[in-house]
Structure formats: structure tokens, C-alpha cells
């Protein structure tokens, strides 16, 4: 486990590292902001994790995706997120296509807050949130209806989300926001192949969906 998270705080500096060398300059105090609420986030989840739900903790950090598509995907969301950062570096800081009022990027900073917010959430509530589809038998994985599963079926992808809103405006980017639609596409993919998986395989999530009829934002889709 301690080997892992080596592993996810080398690629956190890495992507804070990619932010500023893509921006050509350490003076961006909007990236800092990103990296502060990002790792702060993270190690309070983690701490929150090893704390009341061990298991978990231990799924999320061995993630082993048995569906290709999933695998896919999840590829194609790292390659997007790496260009969508260097495109954001690009254009607030580097060559300032964008102008974005200081107003609205601490709107961004607060729906990256709501974010991870939305992730304690699922956490809290769902002990078989795994970051790869997969039907967790040997943990008796059942349907989980109950919190913010009770309004959409898929909360971690609203904070998701949430993310892909709250970062572009942060940094101060309109081509991010814009960008981050590419993203937002294959995450939406994604939760539709995932819940074929669970309609299919997982008891009673089939009547879940007759029952929560939204997937990501309720009253939309």
C-alpha cells in the first residue's frame, strides 16, 4: 500500500509539475491554489479512508480493470487530462488568450471544494467504490441506494463533474472549459457501459435505476 501511494503523490507533483513547465513560469498563484486544494483533498480523503473504511482505501489503490473498454476509457481520460492541462497552462498564462474575472475563479476554486466534497460523500456511503468496474463478489458488493445514491446513480462522476467546471475557471481558462467537454463525453460513455455491467450482473440495481431515474445531475440526465 505504501509503495502505491508513492506512486499517486509522484504523479500528483508530476501533473503540478506539467501545469508550470507548460505555463513557463512557478508564478501562477491560481495553479497553487489547484495544487493545494488537490493535495489537501486527497490526504484528508485517504486519512478519512484508513480510518473508518480500510477495505476501500485498499480497492482504490489496487485497481485492477477487468473490462477493456473500461480500461479504455479510463486511458483515454489520463491522455485528455494531460493535454487538457498543458492547454490550460497554454492559454491563461503562457500566451493569455483567455481573461477570466478574479470573481469567477474562486467560483472555480469553490466547485473544486464541492468536488471533493461530493467524493466523501460516496465514500461514506459506499463501501464498494472501486475506481474500475468490476462486481466486487468477494466483498459482497449490493446496491447502494441511500445518500447522494438517492438522487443520481453515479455522484462521484457529478464531483467529477464539478472538477472538469471548477479547474478551467480557477486557472482562468475559457479553452479549458471548453476542452473539458471532450472529457465530460467519455466519462458519460463510461457510466452508461457501466451500468449495463451492473444491470447485468449486480442484484437489484436494475430496479435501483427504475427507481433514481438520473445519472449524474438530477432534473437533466
Avoid at 462521484?156 to 465530460?184: D, H, K, N, Q
Amino acid at each position: 500500500m505504501i509503495s502505491k501511494l508513492v506512486i499517486q503523490i509522484f504523479i500528483f507533483v508530476a501533473l503540478g509539475l506539467l501545469l508550470f513547465i507548460a505555463a513557463g513560469t512557478l508564478r501562477w498563484p491560481a495553479a497553487w491554489v489547484l495544487m493545494a486544494e488537490m493535495g489537501a483533498g486527497s490526504i484528508a480523503l485517504g486519512l478519512w479512508l484508513r480510518r473508518h473504511d480500510p477495505s476501500l482505501l485498499v480497492e482504490r489503490l489496487s485497481v485492477h480493470y477487468q473490462a477493456p473498454w473500461d480500461k479504455a476509457l479510463v486511458g483515454a481520460l489520463i491522455i485528455s487530462l494531460i493535454g487538457w492541462f498543458v492547454l490550460m497552462a497554454f492559454d491563461a498564462v503562457r500566451f493569455h488568450w483567455s481573461e477570466i474575472p478574479l470573481s469567477v475563479q474562486v467560483v472555480g476554486a469553490f466547485l473544486i471544494l464541492l468536488s471533493i466534497y461530493f467524493n466523501f460523500l460516496v465514500f461514506r456511503e459506499n463501501a464498494f467504490a472501486a475506481p474500475a468496474v468490476k462486481i466486487q463478489t468477494e466483498r459482497g458488493h449490493r446496491v447502494v441506494s441511500t445518500g447522494p445514491y438517492a438522487y443520481v446513480r453515479h455522484p462521484m462522476y457529478t464531483g467529477i463533474v464539478l472538477f472538469y467546471i471548477g479547474v478551467p475557471l480557477l486557472l482562468g481558462s475559457w479553452y479549458g472549459l471548453a476542452a473539458a467537454m471532450f472529457s465530460l463525453y467519455i466519462l458519460a460513455v463510461r457510466a452508461v457501459l457501466e451500468e449495463r455491467t451492473l444491470m447485468a450482473e449486480l442484484a437489484g440495481y436494475r430496479e435501483y435505476v427504475e427507481r433514481v431515474r438520473y445519472r449524474l445531475i438530477p432534473g437533466i440526465w
